[in-house]
């Protein structure tokens, strides 16, 4: 059964740092699209950052020059190093796998999904 394993998660002030881990079962991790995505109370989910097949990564707008994507091909994981975190970043975290050939942030994109790992940031 294919399955995604986020761990990583916590709480932290504002300006701290977190490194969140998606660990993959069943499958190589370069041979599709995956994302992190988040969901903070009461708001809809949300793409945070992805990674295509190449390498190629891709940031929202709120994320981009704090958060870092990469990939570790050996341990087969997807990381998320998060950087001057805010409150605002405040949600649960999901890793999740694509099913299209071409790679977007867009939640219809992506058919597997991790539990999620809570990400608490205070002022």
Wanted: charged share 25%.
């Amino acid at each position: 059964q294919v399955q995604l394993v986020e761990s990583g998660g916590g709480s932290v002030e504002a300006g701290g740092s977190l490194k969140l881990s998606c660990a993959a079962s069943e499958y190589r991790i370069n041979r599709y699209c995956l994302a992190w995505f988040r969901q903070a109370p009461g708001k809809d989910r949300e793409g945070v950052a992805l990674m295509g097949r190449s390498g190629y990564s891709y940031y929202a707008d709120s994320v981009k020059g704090r958060f870092t994507i990469s990939r570790d091909s050996a341990k087969n994981t997807l990381k998320l190093q998060m950087d001057n975190l805010k409150p605002e970043d405040t949600a649960v975290y999901y890793c999740a796998r694509g099913n299209k050939a071409l790679c977007r942030l867009y939640q219809a994109d992506y058919d597997t999904w991790g539990q999620g790992t809570q990400v608490t940031v205070s002022s």
